[in-house]
């Protein structure tokens, strides 16, 4: 479980063909790995030595709660004040590189496969420690606190020290690597890595209001998309509104993992005279 895939950046040559298989449609969107590109990466204050590249972010109509960015620290790079929002809870998976991660005065050696989840107001920092490049994904969310449920706590774990829970009835084809139990309900979102096996499905059209985020981190897939089945492969991003109809089958010769996001436990929120605070 080590073979994350890792965007380098670069420019396609002057030879090469423009057809890419990108799309954006009203349900769903698709970047493929070709276009993470330098021409398409970004800055952010407070960060020393940092690039990334920023797949998602809330859109009114699309997906709405979270926003993900693939982040690139070069050695000795990082942020002592990574982000100005108090409100943002976080989650970091470490595709390479060593890093130290201090979440309020703890600190954290990270590397590849590492996962942390950073509570909304905790005081963070994080320092790229190796001689190459620590890359990660980071993804970040307005935390959602219900009445009489408890902030949840930050937590430092790893892909291989969090086993697959498979689903029940297929040979252990299809599963996933919870970081967090599907019952705490301190937690208003999910940041986990689903694995299927060669010849795993999702085998039926799941459509249900949770929105999405699924970076292919291995292998690759036919993927069903409200009405399209599309061809992804590691280093793809899928990105999928509430109700988007959604399907897989495992079509490649090794496993087949990505890191999904998806907003849960919650009420819907209500718009109008009596709604919990202002409308997103």
Not at 28 to 51: E, M, N, Q
Not at 102 to 117: F, K, L, N, S, W
Not at 120 to 129: C, D, N, V
Request: aromatic share 12%; net charge negative; glycine share 10%.
């Amino acid at each position: 479980m080590s073979g994350y895939y890792t965007p380098k950046g670069g420019l396609p040559p002057q030879t090469a063909l423009m057809t890419q298989r990108a799309v954006f449609t009203e349900a769903y969107a698709v970047i493929p790995r070709g276009c993470f590109s330098d021409i398409v990466t970004s800055y952010l204050p407070g960060w020393r030595k940092t690039r990334l590249w920023l797949i998602a972010r809330p859109m009114s109509g699309f997906a709405e709660t979270f926003s993900q960015y693939v982040m690139e620290v070069q050695p000795g790079g990082g942020s002592d004040s990574p982000d100005a929002e108090p409100g943002a809870e976080h989650w970091l998976f470490i595709t390479e590189g060593l890093a130290t991660l201090t979440i309020d005065g703890t600190g954290h050696d990270v590397e590849q496969g590492a996962y942390a989840y950073i509570p909304a107001g905790s005081r963070w920092t994080l320092l790229a420690e190796g001689p190459s490049p620590t890359r990660f994904h980071w993804l970040r969310k307005l935390y959602e606190p219900a009445p009489d449920v408890p902030a949840p706590e930050a937590f430092v774990t790893s892909d291989r020290e969090t086993p697959v829970r498979w689903m029940p009835d297929t040979q252990d084809r299809w599963g996933t690597t919870r970081f967090v139990d599907p019952e705490d309900l301190r937690h208003d979102a999910h940041v986990n890595i689903v694995t299927f096996q060669p010849g795993g499905v999702i085998p039926f059209e799941e459509t249900h209001v949770m929105e999405h985020g699924l970076y292919v981190l291995e292998g690759k897939a036919v993927y069903k998309l409200n009405q399209d089945w599309i061809e992804v492969e590691a280093g793809d991003f899928m990105w999928l509104r509430a109700y988007c109809p959604q399907a897989c089958y495992a079509a490649g010769p090794g496993p087949f993992r990505y890191l999904l996001y998806k907003d849960v436990n919650r009420h819907a929120r209500l718009r109008g005279p009596g709604a919990f605070g202002p409308p997103r």
